[in-house]
């Protein structure tokens, strides 16, 4: 059983950072972080591959975060710089099952597993 956990959410104003980590037991694939503001659907922020050669990034966080993994510790990290208040959502981290990201990184079905989400609110 695959269990993905999220932590580093929190309240930070804009312009500010905040580093956002996941773990996923028992895989080593592709990883992904996705958010979800209220009244929104959920969708794709980067994805990064297992080898860290395949990697994403959705437009609008494009320059700002950075996503990186350390596979000796079975961490993914996204670094959120230069937050803006339309950043504020509940992150997933999500697991894939392939080392590469999927051809289609940033469709939720591209994933089955998923943690519970950290919440990040820029104030302004």
């Known amino acids: 059983q695959v269990q993905v956990a999220e932590s580093g959410g929190g309240l930070v104003q804009a312009g500010g950072s905040l580093r956002l980590s996941c773990t996923a037991s028992?895989?080593?694939?592709?990883m992904a972080w996705f958010r979800q503001a209220p009244g929104k659907g959920r969708e794709g922020v980067s994805c990064?591959?297992?080898?860290?050669?395949?990697?994403y990034y959705a437009p609008v966080v494009k320059g700002r975060f950075t996503v990186s993994r350390d596979n000796a510790k079975g961490t993914v990290s996204l670094q959120m710089d230069s937050l803006k208040p339309e950043d504020t959502a509940m992150y997933y981290c999500?697991?894939?099952?392939?080392?590469?990201?999927?051809?289609?990184?940033?469709?939720?079905?591209?994933?089955?597993?998923w943690g519970q989400g950290t919440q990040v609110t820029v104030s302004s």
């Open positions: 028992g895989l080593s694939a592709a």
């Open positions: 999500a697991a894939a099952t392939t080392f590469s990201c999927p051809s289609t990184w940033s469709a939720t079905t591209s994933y089955p597993y």
């Open positions: 990064i591959g297992r080898n860290s050669v395949s990697l």
